[in-house]
């Protein structure tokens, strides 16, 4: 199949609209997906030729592609689909059905495919050839995840969808039996393949923003504005560091918004107390830190409270609310297992302790904010260490007492 000519140009504002468009809005859909309208093989051909454009290691061409369109097989698979787990998915759906919580809809979703995958018009399953060698590097799946979701933006192009299906793999053996694949060949996902219902699907919000998990030349160092050549304190550099803790985040809360506690940890941060320790901490609010460093002595700062969102997210501006010296920020978010604390620096952009020295020596001004960088990334690693150890102890503590509140 020839490359389509397009009606712009890359490059221009329409072309990229439209690749971005169907980039951020190829959604997993389960409940849309219209089992009703048939769809026929060309289409699905068309949309693994557009895949089969992704790149492969060496250029191995060893993906296949499995089109189940048989209804036999179709209800086989549906079994085999519903015993690799999906009973459970509509038993957690049933429960969690009208109770509001997070993954609710999804569950709703995950029931409705699994009573109905038999329905779908085709069932999709991208293969490789060969097996992963273990070794820790991607191997294998770095020639073909790629390619499968092309196959899903392809479909997206078409007015089509899917969805990304794993769980069906606890019957792989049984799945590889029924389709007669050979051993060496490693099936990747299951796609149930439709006409969507509407098309007006919307790109979703995500976790994080690229600025928060980008990172700039050494791992943790992030941007919070452009790029100068070379980099200085305009940029907005930051750094970052984070860890995942075992407990709840409420435990790790207490830990992040003592404003004293880093001084156990931290070789530059000496000591920390709210300035009216009777007030309620809150945005407006402000700490007093004391600091010590072998170049610069000791000194100490006022710190105001920029958000307070128990026990989520803890901000403040070091010095000049307007224009502060450093902007620090704690998040703690629920994660399976526990809680992700992450910490988070940026330098300036006012007036700080880096300035007479960047002043005294401009041409030296991109060493100079790296090395900050890299002491903080060192004193902020050891504060997340400590807090994850209490953390974690106290989660302990917690979980042994019986006369506690369930957890
Ligand atoms: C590796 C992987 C495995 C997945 N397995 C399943 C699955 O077995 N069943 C299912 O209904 N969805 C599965 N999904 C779909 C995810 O639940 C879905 O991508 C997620 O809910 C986010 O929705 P979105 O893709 O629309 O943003 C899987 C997705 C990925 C990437």
Not at 129 to 142: K, T
Not at 178 to 186: A, I, R, W
Not at 387 to 398: F, G, L, M, S, Y
Request: with cysteine; net charge negative; hydrophobic share 35%.
């Amino acid at each position: 199949m020839a490359a389509p000519t397009p009606e712009f140009e890359p490059g221009t504002d329409q072309y990229h609209s439209l690749v971005d468009h169907a980039l951020m809005t190829t959604r997993g859909v389960r409940r849309r997906l219209d089992f009703e309208r048939d769809v026929d093989d060309q289409t699905i051909l068309d949309c693994i030729d557009v895949a089969e454009q992704a790149p492969t290691g060496g250029n191995n061409g060893s993906r296949r592609w499995i089109v189940i369109r048989d209804q036999d097989t179709k209800d086989r698979m549906a079994e085999l689909y519903l015993s690799a787990g999906v009973d459970w998915v509509i038993q957690t759906a049933d429960r969690l059905k009208g109770t509001g919580h997070q993954n609710e809809a999804l569950m709703q979703g995950a029931k409705h495919l699994g009573e109905n995958i038999s329905r779908a018009p085709a069932l999709v399953i991208p293969t490789v050839i060969g097996r992963h060698d273990g070794s820790g590097r991607p191997g294998l799946f770095d020639s073909v995840i790629q390619s499968a979701w092309s196959f899903m933006v392809a479909l997206r192009a078409r007015g089509l969808g899917t969805v990304w299906t794993t769980m069906y793999l606890n019957e792989a053996d049984a799945v590889a039996e029924l389709l007669d694949l050979p051993d060496d060949v490693t099936q990747i996902c299951l796609f149930p393949v439709a006409y969507t219902v509407g098309t007006d699907f919307k790109a979703t919000s995500r976790r994080y923003p690229a600025r928060d998990i980008t990172y700039f030349d050494r791992y943790g160092r992030t941007l919070a504005e452009g790029r100068s050549e070379p980099r200085s304190i305009v940029d907005g550099p930051g750094q970052l560091v984070e860890i995942d803790i075992k407990a709840r985040p409420e435990i790790v809360w207490e830990f992040v918004s003592d404003v004293n506690l880093s001084a156990e940890f931290s070789e530059e941060f000496q000591g920390g107390e709210w300035d009216d320790p009777d007030g309620d901490s809150g945005v407006g609010s402000t700490f007093t830190g004391h600091n010590k460093h072998p170049q610069v002595g000791e000194w100490s700062t006022t710190s105001h409270v920029t958000v307070w969102d128990p026990p989520r997210e803890f901000a403040w501006s070091v010095a000049d609310p307007e224009a502060p010296a450093a902007q620090w920020r704690f998040t703690v978010e629920k994660v399976p297992g526990g809680s992700r604390l992450r910490y988070h620096v940026r330098l300036g952009p006012g007036r700080s302790g880096l300035t007479p020295a960047i002043e005294a020596m401009p041409d030296k001004e991109a060493r100079i904010v790296a090395g900050r960088q890299r002491e903080h990334q060192q004193n902020m690693q050891r504060v997340i260490e400590g807090i994850k150890e209490k953390a974690e102890t106290q989660a302990a503590v917690e979980r042994s007492d019986p006369s506690g509140f369930p957890r």
